[in-house]
Every structure is written in structure tokens, then in C-alpha cells.
């Protein structure tokens, strides 16, 4: 039972252009959000971040977007260059009372940002 | 760069035999976590620690134990490896201290083949 979804495995975009990566959730007890960003061969590394409190958190060309209403949380890109082109995880966490940092994460969706 | 190193970075193996791989952090961060990565599957947790000789399951954990008898080493053991296992193993660190600990930072991951 998938808790993360990202339903696009890829999406393509111009350079310049918007980039929108969309990301639903199915537990209710999600209250923070990460997105993290990974090239070829390389680990992940963390892109930018949302608390449940907040319904927008903006980071230079990034901003993610949260909809708890709809369970959907979005990451725009503006304006895209083609050193984005990688995968794009979606993340979430309930927290709980140990707070050990555990994460559920979404399939990625690949991102390719053409010249 | 967050130091982390995993070893080996790429291994082959026979069906049966047991594995180990290595995680070595000079971050001195209190928690570590073991993830695979599958197409279609994205990043799932196989266990995690949150100190010295203190570790916990995750998502998908059968098949797999870990060890930490130092702060800056996390070994995952296949104690018996199958095709099944066949993915790219990452490693992450985080500082722990409240909402850091889901700002992960990963190593460079180990891909292992079961034949």
C-alpha cells in the first residue's frame, strides 16, 4: 500500500519554462514534507521542505506547495535549467513521539529539462 | 558534502551466500538509515539506527539485520542473499535534533547484483 504517490514517472519540460512535480499522500497523519533530488549514480540529497502548518515554503527557484485538504503536495521549479533534468523524490513523515527521522517516499518522477 | 563513504560501491553475489555492506560517516550524526531503491518502488527504509547498538526495523526489513558498534559505522548483513535483494543499497545520516532528523544526507549508494 503505496502512502506516497507520485503518479508521473517522468516529465519533460523547455528550458526556462515552469516545472510542476505533483505528489499525493494517503495518511492523514503526514505533518512534514521533503522533496530530494537525484542524479545518475549519485544519493539523493535534499531539495526543500514543507511543514504541515504551512501551506507554501519557497527556496530560490523552488517552492513546494501543500493542499491538506486534497492530500497532494506539489514542487515548482522556476524557471527550469537543464542541470535540474534528474529524479525528484516526494517524502513524508508523521513525526511521532521519538521523532527518529523516518520517511516514506514516493516512486520519483524523472525530470528532464531540455535546452 | 556530508562525509559518508559505503563500501563496496558495486558487488556481485551468489544466491545463498551472505553479504555485507559497510556505511562510515564522519558527520558524528546520531541517526543512520539503510535504504534499497527499486524501479517503481522508489527509496524504502530497511532499517535504521538511532545510536550505538540501538536499531529499529523499517518498511522492509526481512532478509536484512544491521549492526552499529560505533557511532560513524551502520553495517547492513544479507544473511542469506536472494535475486529478490538485487537493487542499490543507500546509506543516510541525519543530526536528529527535531525536524533535521528527515533532512537526510545520503552516501553515494552500493549496487548489488544476486545472481
Known amino acids: 500500500d503505496q502512502q506516497v504517490k507520485q503518479n508521473s514517472p517522468s516529465l519533460s519540460v523547455q528550458e526556462g519554462r515552469i516545472s510542476i512535480l505533483n505528489c499525493d499522500y494517503t495518511?492523514?497523519?503526514?505533518?512534514?514534507f521533503l522533496w530530494y533530488k537525484k542524479y545518475p549514480a549519485e544519493g539523493p540529497t535534499f531539495l526543500i521542505s514543507?511543514?504541515?502548518?504551512?501551506d507554501k515554503n519557497e527556496d530560490g527557484r523552488f517552492t513546494v506547495f501543500l493542499n491538506k485538504s486534497a492530500k497532494h503536495l506539489s514542487l515548482h521549479i522556476v524557471p527550469s535549467q537543464p542541470g535540474d533534468s534528474a529524479v525528484y523524490f516526494c517524502?513524508?513523515?508523521?513525526?511521532?513521539?521519538?521523532?527518529?527521522?523516518?520517511?516514506?517516499f514516493g516512486q520519483g518522477t524523472t525530470l528532464q529539462v531540455k535546452p | 558534502d556530508a562525509g559518508i563513504t559505503q563500501s563496496p560501491r558495486h558487488k556481485v553475489t551468489e544466491t545463498g551466500t551472505p553479504v555485507t555492506l559497510r556505511c562510515h560517516q564522519t558527520?558524528?550524526?546520531?541517526?543512520m538509515y539503510w535504504y534499497r531503491q527499486d524501479p517503481g518502488h522508489g527509496l524504502r527504509l530497511i532499517h535504521y539506527?538511532?545510536?550505538?547498538?540501538?536499531?529499529d526495523k523499517g518498511e522492509v526489513s526481512d532478509g536484512y539485520s544491521v549492526s552499529r558498534s560505533k557511532t560513524e559505522d551502520f553495517l547492513l548483513t544479507l544473511e542469506s542473499a536472494t535475486s529478490s535483494q538485487t537493487s542499490v543499497y543507500f546509506c543516510?545520516?541525519?543530526?536528529?535534533?527535531?525536524?533535521?532528523?528527515?533532512?537526510?544526507?545520503f552516501g553515494p549508494g552500493t549496487r548489488l547484483t544476486v545472481t
Open positions: 543516510a545520516i541525519s543530526e536528529g535534533q527535531g525536524r533535521r532528523a528527515y533532512e537526510q544526507y
Open positions: 495518511n492523514s497523519m503526514f505533518d512534514y
Open positions: 514543507i511543514s504541515s502548518i504551512k
Open positions: 517524502a513524508a513523515s508523521d513525526g511521532g513521539s521519538s521523532n527518529t527521522g523516518k520517511l516514506i
Open positions: 558527520e558524528n550524526h546520531r541517526y
Open positions: 539506527s538511532y545510536g550505538v547498538k540501538d536499531t
